[in-house]
């Protein structure tokens, strides 16, 4: 019999509080604001919600639902419909995204199954989006890749760039929204990744130790410093939720950087995340380190949040993170101690009421992220700036 995975005896308050609502809200509050900002429909999740029983039944109901919009994309390219084509290919993998992430145990069948619709459908929309999107596969360290997409900015000549990094429950594909990208609508390409441990990575067995993925960062800034496309001197590292960690790491470590910005705070020990928080976050970080012993991922991560805030001591960019004071994962009195630490030009946007997700801000928070990100590489910041501002909704 397999060993039960870590707090376990927990699930049963998981699965009773999903059967009090009609959407992951009760999870994750605030998360349906995001999914919006990123192309889910409303109509889909709401549907998907109503058959889910349970969290084992999530995966199943996201892959139906990823079927039935793959199946729409293609008729629409049969009857020559390309853009709407695009809009369903989107769809397809974002819900194929969702059912690959919540089966974290490596080759399994299903998990595979899922991974691979999310390619073939991303590949669809790449190939209907008329060149405005790239894939890359880009070799860190022993032979191991990380795996990116390019989303270019119209126009030709070297533009400023963002490498984005998605955080523990997100892959590359899932931001940004390709039809309403705040990068390059302002001029700017944005390179997603994959880094060890997330989406193609670790279907592919790249997982995560400490430090490895500030050397994937690393390995990305150089490809993107020789692409034509870029501006090496205008880039930008921006990371979500876990990803917000991963930006101080890659950025302490390569002055290439000009600009940092974290978002949906994870600035504080883990010990909220994976001992207190819903016990999903916890199982799924393993997954990523490839680490099935307690007391050993236990250990692997004191040594990350040691890392972590080494990194943050060394920080020299301009940084910015924007988080909720409701935040579940990262209390608000942690965020000012991180920020306290800091001695680069920093900012911190403190919204009220808001959870960890920001989905209540998102559609606020991400243009006027975009927005700092393009003044701070154009304008840079001054030695010993310090703005602290608490925003209320």
Same mark, same amino acid.
């Given at each position: 019999?397999?060993?039960?995975?870590?707090?376990?005896?927990?699930?049963?308050?998981?699965? &009773?509080?999903?059967?009090?609502?009609?959407?992951? %809200?009760?999870?994750?509050?605030?998360?349906?604001?995001?999914?919006?900002?990123?192309?889910?429909?409303?109509? %889909?999740?709401?549907?998907?919600?109503?058959?889910?029983?349970?969290?084992? &039944?999530?995966?199943?109901?996201?892959?139906?639902?990823?079927?039935?919009?793959?199946?729409?994309?293609? %008729?629409?390219?049969?009857?020559?419909?390309?853009?709407?084509? &695009?809009?369903?290919?989107?769809?397809?993998? @974002?819900? /194929?995204?969702?059912?690959?992430?919540?089966?974290?145990?490596?080759?399994?069948?299903?998990?595979?199954?899922?991974?691979?619709?999310?390619?073939?459908? /991303?590949?669809?929309?790449?190939?209907?989006?008329?060149?405005?999107?790239?894939?890359?596969?880009?070799?860190?360290?022993?032979?191991?890749?990380?795996?990116?997409?390019?989303?270019?900015?119209?126009?030709?000549?070297?533009?400023?760039?963002?490498?984005?990094?998605?955080?523990?429950?997100?892959?590359?594909?899932?931001?940004?929204?390709?039809?309403?990208?705040?990068?390059?609508?302002?001029?700017?390409?944005?390179?997603?990744?994959?880094?060890?441990?997330?989406?193609?990575?670790?279907?592919?067995?790249?997982?995560?130790?400490?430090?490895?993925?500030?050397?994937?960062?690393?390995?990305?800034?150089?490809? @993107?410093?020789?692409?034509?496309?870029?501006?090496?001197?205008?880039?930008?590292?921006?990371?979500?939720?876990?990803?917000?960690? /991963? &930006?101080?790491?890659?950025?302490?470590?390569?002055?290439?950087?000009?600009?940092?910005?974290?978002?949906?705070?994870?600035?504080?020990? =883990?010990?909220?995340?994976?001992?207190?928080?819903?016990?999903?976050?916890?199982?799924?970080?393993?997954?990523? =380190?490839?680490?099935?012993?307690?007391?050993?991922?236990?250990?692997?991560?004191?040594?990350?949040?040691?890392?972590?805030?080494?990194?943050?001591?060394?920080?020299?960019?301009?940084?910015?993170?924007?988080?909720?004071?409701? %935040?579940?994962?990262?209390?608000?009195?942690?965020?000012?101690?991180?920020?306290?630490?800091?001695?680069?030009?920093?900012?911190?946007?403190?919204?009220? $009421?808001?959870?960890?997700?920001?989905?209540?801000?998102?559609?606020?928070?991400?243009?006027?992220?975009?927005?700092?990100?393009? $003044?701070?590489?154009?304008?840079?910041?001054? $030695?010993?700036? $310090?703005?602290?501002?608490?925003?209320?909704?």
């Amino acid at each position: 019999m397999a060993s039960r995975a870590p707090r376990a005896g927990q699930n049963w308050i998981f699965d &009773s509080l999903l059967k009090l609502t009609d959407n992951e %809200d009760v999870l994750h509050p605030g998360i349906m604001g995001v999914r919006l900002e990123r192309g889910f429909k409303f109509a %889909d999740m709401h549907r998907i919600f109503e058959k889910v029983s349970g969290r084992r &039944s999530f995966p199943r109901e996201w892959s139906r639902a990823a079927a039935k919009q793959e199946k729409l994309a293609l %008729d629409a390219v049969a009857s020559g419909h390309n853009v709407t084509a &695009s809009q369903h290919f989107h769809r397809a993998a @974002l819900y /194929y995204g969702r059912a690959q992430h919540l089966i974290p145990v490596h080759g399994n069948s299903k998990k595979i199954e899922a991974h691979a619709g999310v390619i073939r459908n /991303y590949d669809r929309l790449i190939e209907l989006m008329e060149g405005t999107i790239s894939r890359h596969i880009i070799e860190f360290e022993d032979g191991q890749n990380v795996y990116c997409l390019f989303h270019h900015a119209p126009g030709p000549g070297p533009k400023p760039t963002v490498l984005y990094l998605p955080g523990m429950d997100a892959i590359k594909e899932d931001s940004p929204n390709p039809f309403n990208n705040d990068y390059t609508r302002r001029g700017m390409n944005i390179c997603v990744m994959d880094g060890p441990g997330q989406g193609e990575c670790n279907i592919n067995a790249v997982w995560q130790t400490v430090g490895n993925y500030s050397k994937a960062g690393k390995a990305v800034i150089d490809f @993107l410093c020789a692409h034509e496309a870029v501006d090496e001197n205008k880039i930008a590292v921006f990371g979500t939720s876990m990803g917000s960690r /991963y &930006s101080v790491e890659i950025s302490a470590h390569d002055e290439r950087v000009r600009a940092v910005v974290g978002q949906m705070a994870n600035v504080c020990p =883990t010990e909220i995340i994976f001992n207190q928080a819903q016990p999903n976050f916890k199982r799924i970080y393993m997954y990523m =380190t490839n680490i099935s012993d307690e007391r050993a991922f236990d250990q692997y991560a004191a040594e990350m949040d040691e890392f972590f805030f080494a990194a943050g001591d060394k920080l020299k960019a301009p940084y910015l993170l924007v988080a909720g004071d409701m %935040d579940e994962l990262c209390p608000p009195e942690d965020v000012h101690a991180w920020m306290d630490r800091l001695n680069c030009p920093k900012e911190l946007w403190m919204y009220e $009421d808001v959870f960890h997700p920001m989905g209540e801000v998102a559609a606020e928070i991400y243009p006027a992220i975009a927005d700092w990100i393009l $003044d701070v590489l154009n304008n840079g910041l001054p $030695d010993g700036h $310090d703005k602290r501002e608490e925003r209320v909704p």
